[in-house]
């Protein structure tokens, strides 16, 4: 797979060209880096990319923003022998990744199991917990100096689909992708592939885990997925409400898969410190979506307008009336289009320029201090 192999060495590939600016060529299958030299110049984290850590934790990478030599990052499976630690329930199933027992939280994202994994990690290994001086809080992340590898979903896909021998869902999988890519004309090298899959460490039940670089190409598959089903080629998999509006989950042959987008390195425009986040009060309200060409990533940005509120509790000044919902859970990506409404619950923040001092506002859902966040598509 295409790995970073953390240990002592010069910064290079199998090649030894140069990695710059978190572009990875699809040519680029294996590279080592030294840790000391590991900075945000020569990788750059994009969301979804899977993180294993020296004590064999794995974690994906949340978002675009991170801070110098860490990643924000959301833990996804813990090596079994230290389940007794985490006083959460875990699934029976069990993976493996080489000879890595791994188990599986029966519930990732939830505010108690976040917090949970915080306390845990506090005790446990110190170093994962953050204090931001920007989020005014502390938060899971992964130091550079933890890191074992990073999986990348786009060379992950490069390597299984040169792999000689493949498993039936591994063929398959190679099947859809070269289905959508001639359907949808997005190249190949646009796709990739995470999940146990990527990871191969998948089961004869595993779904197939998709993802697309760049918002043009996530709108292009989107649109091509549709005409599959209509044609009986494909059909979609509604197992939540949600699922109907995303329409991001689908059944090819017997295989169920699911697709999502991943920005592109030039679609990358955000900084970490730039702005500090000032929490204010929880609220609930509906509002117009006016602009949803970053709907599609993680953190999902909504711009809005005609921000109604649900309840007195919810009531803002002129000056709080917030212009964008940001979901850092990834359920409510693409959830709703341009001049459809949605209600959502989050919780209002103060967003400062640091340099400037210029500030709006927006209405952030998932900030894992309670449960009830969400975002809701309006009947039209």
């Known amino acids: 797979m295409s790995i970073f192999n953390v240990h002592s060495g010069k910064l290079k590939d199998n090649k030894g060209w140069k990695i710059g600016r978190g572009i990875y060529s699809s040519k680029l299958l294996h590279f080592t880096v030294e840790m000391d030299n590991l900075d945000a110049k020569d990788w750059i984290p994009r969301d979804g990319e899977t993180l294993l850590t020296r004590e064999s934790h794995i974690f994906y990478v949340f978002g675009y923003k991170h801070p110098d030599n860490r990643v924000f990052a959301f833990l996804k499976y813990i090596p079994s022998n230290l389940k007794s630690i985490f006083p959460i329930r875990f699934l029976r199933q069990k993976w493996k990744l080489g000879n890595i027992e791994l188990a599986r939280p029966e519930k990732l994202y939830t505010a108690k199991n976040y917090q949970t994994f915080s ?10 917990l953050y204090s931001c001086p920007y989020l005014n809080k502390e938060v899971l992340s992964v130091p550079y100096e933890n890191i074992e590898r990073v999986y990348l979903p786009n060379e992950c896909l490069q390597k299984l689909v040169k792999r000689d021998k493949k498993d039936r869902l591994q063929k398959e999988a190679v099947e859809l992708v070269s289905l959508l890519s001639n359907e949808s004309q997005v190249a190949l090298e646009d796709f990739g ?20 670089y760049g918002s043009q190409n996530f709108r292009k598959l989107e649109r091509t997925v549709d005409r599959l089903v209509g044609e009986g080629r494909l059909k979609y998999v509604f197992t939540k409400k949600i699922d109907r509006a995303r329409k991001h989950r689908g059944r090819y042959e017997d295989r169920r898969f699911v697709y999502n987008a991943v920005r592109k390195p030039e679609e990358i425009n955000a900084q970490y410190g730039r702005f500090r986040y000032m929490p204010i ?100």
């Open 119 to 128: 306390e845990t990690f506090r005790r446990r290994f110190p170093n994962y």
């Open 193 to 212: 592939i995470h999940g146990s899959v990527g990871l191969n460490m998948h089961s004869v039940y595993s779904d197939i885990d998709l993802v697309v």
């Open 281 to 380: 009060k929880n609220v609930t309200f509906s509002c117009m979506v006016v602009d949803d060409s970053e709907n599609m990533f993680r953190p999902a940005i909504y711009q809005i307008r005609n921000y109604q509120p649900d309840d007195p509790a919810s009531e803002l000044t002129e000056e709080q009336v917030p212009t964008k919902v940001l979901s850092m859970i990834g359920y409510y990506r693409n959830v709703a289009r341009q001049r459809e409404g949605i209600k959502v619950s989050g919780t209002l923040e103060c967003v400062e320029n640091v340099e400037t001092g210029e500030a709006y506002h927006q209405v952030v859902v998932g900030t894992a201090t309670r449960e009830k966040e969400y975002i809701e598509p309006l009947l039209r």
